[in-house]
Nanobody
Framework: QVQLVESGGGLVQAGGSLRLSCAAS????????MGWFRQAPGKEREFVAA????????YYADSVKGRFTISKDNAENTVYLEMNTLKPEDTAVYYC????????????????????WGQGTQVTVSS
């Protein structure tokens, strides 16, 4: 089994920055994908960004390209989401997720390919 714990959420002014962390523990895998999703009240779950097991091939949703950066610390089994130039529309609960087996990049935005999910961390961007 795998446990995912997100941290780093909070309240920030529009235009500011925030860094989220997701620490994975438990069973280790040789090939997997780690990603970030977000969900605002009354809205569908939305893909944000993802990266493969060795930190390569970062992939971003159009809405965050140029503002967010995903990275991975292999020694700590931790994935980060650095969020810059935050906008009020970025307000949501952010979830970390892991796909147990490698998936083609084209499938990464689909939440159905992920096997494990964290409990989420709230990000609120004020105007």
């Amino acid at each position: 089994q795998v446990q995912l714990v997100e941290s780093g959420g909070g309240l920030v002014q529009a235009g500011g920055s925030l860094r989220l962390s997701c620490a994975a523990s438990g069973r280790t895998f040789t090939s997997y994908v780690m990603g970030w999703f977000r969900q605002a009240p009354g809205k569908e779950r939305e893909f944000v960004a993802a990266v493969n097991w060795n930190g390569g091939n970062p992939y971003y949703a159009d809405s965050v390209k140029g503002r967010f950066t995903i990275s991975k610390d292999n020694a700590e089994n931790t994935v980060y989401l650095e969020m810059n130039t935050l906008k009020p529309e970025d307000t949501a609960v952010y979830y970390c997720a892991v796909a147990r087996f490698f998936q083609p990049t084209s499938r990464w935005p689909n939440p159905d390919v992920y096997d494990y999910w964290g409990q989420g961390t709230q990000v609120t961007v004020s105007s």
